[in-house]
């Protein structure tokens, strides 16, 4: 069962400088692995840090319309994700559900991201895990 759904979109044209920031500040929002992957080739960085932002947002709405009386404020819900792919290039979002207040996974993620040249977009679905 859909518990929770969240769509964000963002201009990348936002995030070209976030190649220069320093990676203490960029882990207030990305995982070491996020920020070297996007810092491994400057002339998709913009585009990486775009998505990765755009599905913190997207997993921030999604996760808080779950539950509006257990609000996770969104630098804590940035922190406890980690953007990975599966073999076949399909995103996987991990998250720290500890970092969250739950002692097990409450929901199972489902990501999509896209872009064109100017914009990127994320999609968040989270289903209840049947017990």
């Known amino acids: 069962m859909i518990a929770g759904l969240g769509i964000d979109s963002v201009e990348i044209e936002r995030f070209n ?9 960029l882990l207030k929002l990305l995982s070491m692995p996020e920020i070297e992957y996007c810092k491994k080739n400057k002339l998709l960085s913009a585009q990486r840090f ?3 932002f755009a599905l913190r947002e997207a997993f921030f709405k999604a996760f808080n319309s779950t ?5 996770i404020p969104f630098l804590t819900c940035c922190r406890g994700l980690t953007l990975t792919h599966n073999r ?3 995103p996987q979002l991990q998250i720290d ?11 199972s ?3 999509s991201l896209t872009h064109t040249r100017t914009i990127a977009s994320a999609t968040v679905l989270l289903q209840n895990i049947s017990k």
């Not at 559900?97 to 929901?107: D, I, K, N, R, V």
């Open 17 to 25: 400088s976030w190649y220069n920031y320093p990676d203490q500040q």
């Open 50 to 52: 775009a998505v990765r």
């Open 67 to 71: 539950n509006p009386k257990n609000y």
């Open 88 to 90: 076949n290039g399909a």
């Open 97 to 107: 559900w500890q970092l969250l207040g739950f002692s097990e996974a409450p929901y």
């Open 109 to 111: 993620p489902l990501a």
